[in-house]
Structure formats: C-alpha cells, structure tokens
C-alpha cells in the first residue's frame, strides 16, 4: 500500500488513484447495504470543511469516515478530528492512512470503533458535526447525534438531494415532514450547496446536497418532553392527508380531544401536519394533559 501523498496540489489529501489503490490493498469494494460511496474529490472535501466553516478550535466528530478523504481535510482546519466507522475493515486502516498522509496531525484523530446509532459517548466533547452520511441511515444518525450530544453546535452533512430537500424544508413545503421538524426542534436548518455525482466513488444514481444546521442558543422552552412533542409529529405525518383532529385522534384518545387540544393550543383542527411549525407541535404537546 502506498503511503506517499498525491503529486497534486492538495498534497495529503486523497485522490482517484489514492482511494482506489486503498481500497484494492484492502480488499474494499463499497457497499450499497451500508450506502458507501466514497468522495475521490480533494476540491470538494476542501469545500466541505469551508462550508462548514471548521475553526482551529474546533472538535469535529465525523461518522462514516470510510477511507479518510473527508478526515484529511478536517484534520488540516481543526483541533481535533473524531471518527466514528462501524465498518471492521476501514475501521482498521484509517489510523495507519492518517499516520502516513498526515504525521505531524495523527496525534490528533481518534477513532471510535461503532455503530453511529449506538455510540453514547465521544472524545471531545465535540463542538462541530461534519460528514458525508450513509444515504440509507442519513436522517436518524443525525438527529441521534445532535440528541446525544448537546455541544454540537455545528453541523453540515452531505445527504442524499431528496433528504436534503426534506431536512430543509419550511412548513407549506410539499417535502416538509418528521425529518424538517425534527431538525427543527435541535437546530436552525438550510441546504448549503449540491454535490455532482462524478466526486464519487462509485457514482451514485442520486445527487447529493449539503445541510447545515446551526443549534438553537437556547432549547425550545416547553412543559412537554421532546418524546411527547416527536409522539405529536409523528402521528401528525403519519396520515399525512388527514386533518389534524383526525390524524390526532389515537394520540389524543378520540377526535373530540384532540380537537380540544388543538384548539388551547391556537391550531385550526382542521389544518394539516405540513402546515405548521415546530413550536406549534410544540403547542399542541403541551396541551395532551391539559384536555386529559
């Protein structure tokens, strides 16, 4: 395995070749099961940590880090980079990658050896969230990670276009849904730019955008829990085409209390889950007691 960095002017950083010639050595070949598709751009990593404005001070925690294209690029813009790869294979080779490409910063990457979804702690704490996600887990990582971790402030994942589209949506929005509110509840929420799909490898079928969000200074102040105003959202969404008295019903116990509800808490019974903000799911979680 090479170890020597490009001839390119993005030194370290990796490139076609790089990546190919890692991952034959490693016997790696991407996996749609786990939604790998490995960035071979050093413009677009760099990009990346630009857009999501990675300071010298900063902690950045990046999930599914596959062959490091992405971590190089943090490690060059941030105190410290953190890891989190669930794949055995990569997992075992990205210390090495980093010791060789980039030295006088391999003191200052940590590698956590885990399913995103279950990591409960992280060296750090970590200030800055960045990663390009695994399309087919991309909304429930994110929203687990700024859950878990309240010091994120920072966040900018490459997704899917079409999450993307959905994470940034504003109410009115035809793709406005769980995930937009959800987002919503932790963070101020915008697409930052797409992602062509030939800095892949392999190309996927899809495009790619990027979202930032930048967390609230302060939690939404509610008497309700975040598990009783996500329990509001996710029955509001999942009857997408009923009205709220109705898709409330078996959350509020009938139609008639959750019209009750909805009315304390200023809603139209009659209006649609797409239609209203997070503090006004808010609103109506606050109310189940109060109508009970």
């Known amino acids: 395995m090479s170890s020597s960095p490009s001839t390119d002017d993005s030194g370290a950083l990796l490139g076609p070749a790089d990546i190919r010639e890692l991952a034959a050595a490693l016997g790696v070949r991407p996996t749609k099961q786990r939604g790998q598709n490995f960035v071979i751009d050093a413009n677009t990593v760099r990009r990346i940590v630009r857009t999501a404005e990675v300071r010298p001070d900063d902690v950045v925690v990046e999930v599914g880090p596959g062959l490091g294209s992405l971590t190089l690029a943090l490690l060059e ?67 687990h990670m700024l859950d878990r971790f309240p010091s994120i402030e920072r966040t900018l994942v490459m997704v899917q276009a079409e999450v993307a589209d959905r994470l940034a949506a504003t109410p009115g929005n035809k793709v406005y849904g769980v995930p937009s509110v959800k987002a919503n509840w932790y963070a101020q929420v915008k697409r930052a730019g797409a992602i062509g799909r030939n800095v892949f490898w392999p190309a996927p079928n899809v495009d790619s955008g990027l979202v930032s969000l930048v967390r609230r200074d302060k939690p939404i102040e509610t008497s309700a829990t975040k598990a009783e105003v996500f329990a509001v959202v996710d029955a509001a ?56």
């Open 77 to 143: 813009a941030a105190d410290r980079v953190v890891a989190v790869e669930i794949d055995d294979v990569l997992a075992a080779a990205l210390p090495a990658t980093i010791a060789a490409r980039m030295p006088a910063r391999a003191d200052r990457f940590s590698l956590v050896h885990s399913d995103a979804m279950h990591v409960q702690e992280l060296p750090g704490p970590p200030t800055a969230l960045v990663a390009n996600l695994p399309y087919n887990v991309a909304v429930p990582v994110l929203l």
């Open 237 to 292: 969404f999942a009857q997408r085409r009923k009205t709220l008295r109705a898709a409330l019903a078996g959350w509020a116990g009938s139609a008639a209390a959750a019209e009750a509800a909805l009315v304390a808490a200023g809603v139209s019974p009659q209006a649609r889950g797409e239609s209203l903000t997070v503090h006004e799911f808010v609103a109506i979680a606050e109310q189940k007691g109060a109508t009970t």
